[in-house]
């Protein structure tokens, strides 16, 4: 049967064969010059080249059509040409011109976004730096946020992992540099080691968007592009400085790039260094346990972070080879007076010495990453590798506390240090290997994805065990242009997972009752398990595009295999009181989706609503049981993981309005309602579901005929509705509105340019809770008014005219 | 084509509200309380209880509509590591090494279907324990799976 599709798909291919053209072209520059490398993209299709030595530029079988050409290249305006192919051979010769922005400031991203969301099924979003560093949060994902059907699982201020239209953990994959990143997703204190500064274009990916990324990808995909390469015979780099109010965080970033004819660097160093963060109380309360907060600081919130980064590679007309090292590094520490939702006493005193130190608890986390990516054109096709290596590495360290059956002094025969209380170290290695064919009015691509991954674990508490994962899989896509407004789209992928977990025993005794009575004995805490998965899935969609007109819907099956934690767990996490219990026999989560995406634009105005339905019929998801268990669980609420059938659904709704020249109005709201129709929580929601949220915002645009340029003055009124439909152990949240100022200019001091960006979130230091924020269950509010002041200077050491 | 984009809506805007009609079903969301404030009620907080004798553990359960279960949990607070989850601070002894501390993990079984219970339990405490500052954590769960904690600093004499 699969053997079937794949053929039917192939000889659709085959079939399609006729009628072609061919296209080319000489691309020179304001002097008319050849113009080597521009990029040349023919749309709609997927097709791609780059113009040779001499600037010409060719696609030698193009079916018949309209189409329209985009030349994109570093430092210039990019253009775009409609072209009508009847028969024969087309020539479009075209001069291209220096772009007003300097080097290092190239921003192509708006006309790609357009391209993108044009041949793109799925619900797609760009976003560049610029919009990064206008919305610069505490991370990455922070920065993201104000995307609709985008939101964060936060703790404190510089840790946070992504939520796709309310499912984040292991059901979004993000990507960076081509290989998917792997990290701790299923912890729900742990941040996503990515440096927002490195980090030039981001895609975010709304929907089943397994049959590209594999396993996990159920809700949808980041996916962090790396920095254009720079121009030829170029040296540069910029200076970024940032400082906020809120937790007097001081950060800068350093870039400095280069490139002779074929080879390139391009290297940055951020640090940032921030206090305990500020909330708009001065008390709050872990249960009915005050706790007075010095300065309105939440206690041991501090942190900091260190990035290196360094991509170097050759690039050439054919083939490009590029290698990107990485390292980040943070320690940032948890609020003092509650470990989880424990209360915690502290000592007052040394805490509150100094709000810019870290004591216990805090974690450390370290990610290497060294990731080649290479490609070469051939005839007709486009082939892409990635190799990676990543080794994820993280650190909790809490003071020694004997709970449940564990032994009141620690034994001086353990090697794991006393205040080591857990420890994940992850190790990856990937390969990537991908084709993009050119085939009459298809566009296919067939790929394979493989990954191992080598977990160990460490410290004296006991979350997951230590497991070993293969997966691999492979996929054909389809792009069919059917005619100029018609695109098609049709993947298939095969997907194949194994797993072997090790064997955990405890390092202390525990009392058991047993038949014979009280028994004192280690328990086994995780079996040794081997388990292997399969999944066949599928996407199908289509785009309609008209001048003003966007339409596109795709349906698809995604998939995710269990985790180990899923599997295997069987340990207390005496943080929460919850006893979390595996289920070994758990199936691979399926999940199909429905996704409808309309935009309509005018000159003036656009309107954009997205929509999807999502039926799961076996969504993992970790039961909270009435029991206690005191077997393995030492008198806890025993969190049973099971699989229930839900059901998902909801919208995103942007609209945009220019009323005046320089001013314009923005909406932008989102809504989703999930639902378990099986299981001990049957009619309950899910997990983290965001409640309904709307922006709106005011822009003002001056443009100068001198001067500074791309100023913005901008705010925002974030309206955030109500949650009361929550789920054990959640708490009700209450509607919340915070506004958000930013500001920004470029400004250009004798040959100087110098970007400037001001930001204001939480202008009226507003006291409100936020659901989906780890801190939630313990009351605390979220962060106060903070003044966020960027700066950005590029500079060119050298450029060749 | 009009009436493509007119449908997809007309679908959209469909799918959005059909499952809200008939979605009132009403979901409990209500966590179980244990009262401690009723007269009778212990230990309270900074209670006494002393070696080698039994107490009775003596608290109001109550839950909008079915309870679950109760865990006790009596350990050591030396190291004064945790704070109680009540308002009134309790007179600490210095901090010290643990030498033998009572330790206590027990079920204490409530009727099925109650909404409300209270409970008498006997809880016996050796006499050869380690005296001082000791948590009395009580987890009282519903049939929902919602969990109440109340940790109470008591004093074993």
């Known amino acids: ?801 | 084509m009009k009436k493509i984009i007119i449908s997809m809506l007309a679908t959209t805007l469909f799918l959005l509200s059909s499952c809200q009609g008939d979605e009132e079903e009403v979901l409990d969301t209500e966590y179980p309380v244990i009262d401690t404030s009723f007269a009778g009620a212990f230990p309270v907080q900074c209670s006494t209880v002393k070696r080698g004798e039994t107490f009775t553990f003596r608290v109001r359960l109550r839950d909008n509509l079915r309870l679950g279960s109760l865990s006790v949990d009596i350990h050591h607070n030396f190291d004064h590591h945790t704070h109680s989850t009540e308002v009134t601070e309790c007179a600490m002894e210095p901090v010290k090494a643990p030498v033998k501390p009572f330790l206590l993990i027990k079920d204490f079984p409530i009727p099925e279907g109650q909404r409300e219970y209270e409970g008498n339990y006997q809880i016996q405490i050796p006499a050869d324990v380690d005296p001082g500052d000791y948590h009395f954590l009580i987890r009282l769960t519903d049939q929902e799976g919602w969990q109440t904690l109340k940790g109470l600093s008591i004093k074993v004499q």
């Open chain 1, 1 to 801: 049967m699969k053997l079937t599709l794949f053929l039917l798909l192939f000889s659709f291919a085959m079939n399609a064969l006729g009628q072609n053209v061919s296209l080319s072209g000489k691309i020179t520059d304001e002097r008319n010059n050849p113009l080597p490398g521009v990029t040349v993209r023919l749309s709609p299709s997927m097709l791609a080249t780059q113009s040779d030595a001499s600037g010409y530029f060719t696609f030698p079988h193009v079916p018949a059509g309209h189409y329209s050409l985009t030349f994109s290249y570093t430092g210039y305006r990019q253009q775009v040409v409609p072209v009508h192919l009847v028969g024969g051979g087309t020539e479009v010769n075209i001069n291209l011109y220096p772009a007003p922005q300097e080097l290092g400031e190239v921003v192509v991203a708006g006309d790609r976004t357009e391209f993108r969301k044009r041949e793109e099924s799925m619900n797609v979003e760009v976003v560049n730096e610029v919009y990064i560093r206008r919305n610069l949060g505490g991370s990455l994902m922070k920065s993201l946020e104000r995307q609709p059907g985008i939101k964060t699982i936060g703790i404190g201020s510089g840790q946070s992992k992504p939520l796709i239209r309310g499912l984040g953990f292991n059901r979004v994959v993000v990507v960076e540099n081509g290989v998917k990143h792997e990290g701790q997703q299923w912890g729900v204190d742990h941040g996503l080691e990515i440096d927002q500064f490195a980090a030039s274009q981001v895609e975010l990916i709304k929907g089943a968007a397994s049959f590209v990324y594999g396993s996990d990808a159920i809700a949808g995909a980041i996916d962090i592009k790396p920095h254009p390469v720079p121009p030829k015979h170029t040296l540069g780099g910029a200076v970024d400085i940032i400082g906020k109010t809120n937790n007097n965080l001081y950060g800068t970033s350093l870039n400095l790039y280069g490139r002779k004819e074929r080879w390139f660097f391009d290297s940055r160093v951020t640090r940032l260094d921030y206090a305990d963060y500020r909330v708009p109380t001065s008390r709050v309360y872990v249960y009915d346990y005050a706790v007075d907060l010095k300065d309105n600081r939440l206690r041991n919130t501090a942190g900091h972070e260190t990035n290196l980064h360094l991509s170097t590679g050759v690039v050439e007309e054919k083939y490009r080879s590029v290698f990107y090292l990485s390292n980040t590094y943070s320690k940032s520490g948890f609020f003092a007076n509650a470990h989880g939702l424990e209360p915690r006493r502290v000592n007052t005193e040394e805490q509150d010495a100094s709000h810019r130190d870290i004591l216990m608890p805090y974690q450390k986390v370290n990610h290497f990453k060294l990731i080649n990516r290479s490609s070469f054109s051939l005839p007709g096709h486009e082939v892409e590798a990635e190799l990676g290596y990543q080794k994820n590495f993280r650190q909790e360290f809490s003071p020694y506390v004997n709970h449940g059956y564990m032994p009141p002094l620690y034994p001086t025969r353990m090697r794991t240090p006393q205040t080591l209380e857990r420890e994940f170290e992850k190790q990856v290695y990937s390969l990537n290997i991908k084709d993009n064919m050119a085939w009459g009015r298809h566009t296919l691509a067939a790929g394979v994805n493989t990954e191992y991954q080598d977990n160990s674990i460490g410290g004296w508490s006991f979350l997951v065990p230590a497991f070993r994962q293969f997966s691999a899989g492979a996929f054909l896509y389809d792009k069919f242009t059917l005619n100029e407004h018609w695109l098609l789209h049709g993947a298939l992928r095969y997907d194949y997972g194994k797993i072997k977990i090790t064997k955990y025993t405890d390092w202390f005794n525990s009392d058991v009752q047993t038949q014979e009575g009280t028994v004192s004995q280690a328990l086994v805490r995780a079996d040794s398990l081997q388990r292997q998965f399969q999944s066949f899935i599928w996407s199908a969609g289509f785009n309609y595009n008209r001048e003003k007109l966007q339409l596109k819907a795709n349906l698809g099956k995604s998939f995710r295999m269990p985790i180990a934690k899923e599997l295997a767990a069987n340990g207390v996490n005496y943080h929460y009181f919850s006893y979390e219990k595996g289920d070994p026999g758990l199936s691979p989560e399926q999940s199909y989706q429905l996704d409808v995406s309309v935009t309509w634009t005018q000159p003036k105005w656009s309107v954009q609503l997205s929509s999807f339905y999502n039926y799961f019929p076996n969504y993992i998801y970790l039961n909270p049981t009435s029991r206690h268990d005191y077997y393995y669980g030492a008198g806890n609420q025993v969190f049973q993981y099971a699989q229930s059938s839900v059901m998902r659904y909801g919208a995103e709704f942007e609209a945009k309005y220019r009323f005046l020249k320089h001013w314009s109005t923005e909406f932008l709201a989102e809504y989703l309602y999930s639902e378990q129709l099986s299981g001990e929580k049957k009619g309950y929601t899910l997990p983290f579901s965001p409640p309904p949220t709307a922006i709106i915002n005011i822009s003002y645009e001056p443009q100068f005929s001198r001067g500074p340029k791309n100023t913005y003055f901008s705010l925002d009124y974030r309206l955030t509705g109500s949650q009361y439909r929550i789920v054990p152990p959640e708490k009700k949240t209450p509607a919340s509105q915070v506004l958000n100022f930013s500001a920004g200019t470029t400004l250009r001091v004798s040959r100087q340019e110098l970007s400037i960006s001001v930001q204001a979130q939480n202008l009226l230091n507003t006291r409100y809770l936020n659901h989906t924020s780890f801190y939630r269950l313990i009351e605390l509010p979220e962060a106060g008014r903070n003044i966020i002041l960027s700066l950005k200077v590029p500079f060119t050491l050298l450029r060749h005219d």
